[in-house]
């Protein structure tokens, strides 16, 4: 299967930068929304069309995608840059990560549950702000654990970077009535077991909420 890493810019000219209020809501939870409808744009090429690719927001604004075909053009987006994505990885191969993620898990009785505010809901009401970060890289940690025992990689150390609670907007809901997702942002070093297992899920994406920018997983070569 032939993968595409893509870097997508908003365009500069007058009719991107009239949509820039739309666009870039200042509520991070409308802007996420937004964003996944804007990176829809580029991506469904057709009303029947199924996500077939995973994203996530750069600090500058700017997005990071892989994909199983190259992103549309469109006079809102500079032009992209896009390259085939194809690593070379063999088992025993260390891998510095970046992976903003919704780590969650089944609880019994089929609801899931956000690993991390679990956690930290289980706390007594003086602890939880100063051990938030402490819980979320203990438990994010444990999921990435998780997830590698059947994706191919054994994690070697994670911490987290950020973990923060978003509020999305549902058509004709109220606030209280809004999807909330946690989004926990984890960094770290894995090692690979598995290079073809590995890069499948590297495909498909780690964690739940990949339509709302999380499961991308950045890799580099441990220096």
């Known amino acids: ?55 996530r927001e750069e600090r500058d604004g700017s997005f990071l995608t892989l994909s199983a075909r190259p992103p549309l053009q469109t006079d809102l987006f500079q032009p992209h840059q896009v390259k085939p994505y194809a690593p070379d990885l063999s088992p025993g191969e260390h891998l510095d990560f970046l992976l903003r993620a919704n780590a969650t898990r089944m609880r019994r009785g089929g609801k899931r549950e956000d690993v991390v505010k679990a956690a930290i809901d289980a706390l007594e009401q003086r602890e939880r702000a100063g051990r938030r970060m402490e819980i979320a890289s203990s438990e994010g940690k444990a ?31 109220s606030h209280r009535n809004a999807m909330r997702l946690g989004i926990l942002d984890l960094s770290g070093r894995i090692e690979i077991t598995d290079p073809a297992l590995f890069l499948t899920q590297m495909a498909q994406g780690f964690g739940r909420a990949k339509s709302f920018g999380c499961g991308l997983m950045l890799i580099r070569r441990t220096r």
Do not use: C
Request: hydrophobic share 45%; charged share 25%; no cysteine.
């Open 1 to 55: 299967m032939t993968l595409y890493f893509s870097h997508i810019r908003l365009a500069r000219n007058p009719s991107a930068r009239a949509l820039a209020a739309l666009l870039r809501p200042t509520e991070s939870g409308e802007r996420v929304s937004a964003q996944h409808h804007l990176l829809w744009s580029v991506f469904a090429d057709s009303a029947e069309r199924e996500r077939d690719f995973l994203w």
């Open 143 to 173: 999921w990435l654990e998780r997830q590698g025992e059947k994706s191919g990689f054994r994690v070697m150390a994670a911490v987290a970077e950020d973990y923060a609670t978003l509020s999305l907007p549902r058509p004709g809901a």
